[in-house]
């Protein structure tokens, strides 16, 4: 469940397996129902903003973690096919498609403020 800006709201269906591709479905709903259904939630709450940043013709979505995962900021990008080829921006960090601890479930019952620093 998304809701964005107090006024549209949207449930994401994403496939499990941390895959480079993953099946993503999204539909629109009422922000009345994204409520209802983030009352009946029995994880954490995800807070985060996304940013949109166009780079040498690709879009990245960027988010940048609030609440539990402060400090955490992932940055993705949708590429045609897996073997698209594309320039990695200056400020891309590691690669973490294939490491679902990043996946908002995963953050959701385990946040980014309770990993262990090093």
């Known amino acids: 469940m998304r809701i964005k800006n107090g006024s549209d709201a949207t449930v994401t269906i994403k496939s499990k397996r941390a895959e480079m591709r ?24 995800i807070e985060k903003t996304r940013f949109i940043v166009p780079w040498r013709g690709h879009r990245w979505e960027v988010d940048v ?40 479930g995963s953050l959701a019952r385990r946040p980014f403020r309770q990993w262990a620093t090093y």
């Open 22 to 45: 993953r099946l993503e479905i999204e539909y629109p709903i009422s922000v009345l129902d994204a409520e209802t259904l983030l009352s009946l939630r029995h994880s954490g709450l």
């Open 65 to 104: 973690f609030s609440g539990d995962s402060d400090g955490l900021v992932i940055a993705e990008i949708e590429l045609r096919h897996e073997d698209e080829a594309f320039d990695r921006p200056p400020w891309l960090g590691i690669e973490i498609t294939l490491q679902s601890q990043y996946h908002n």
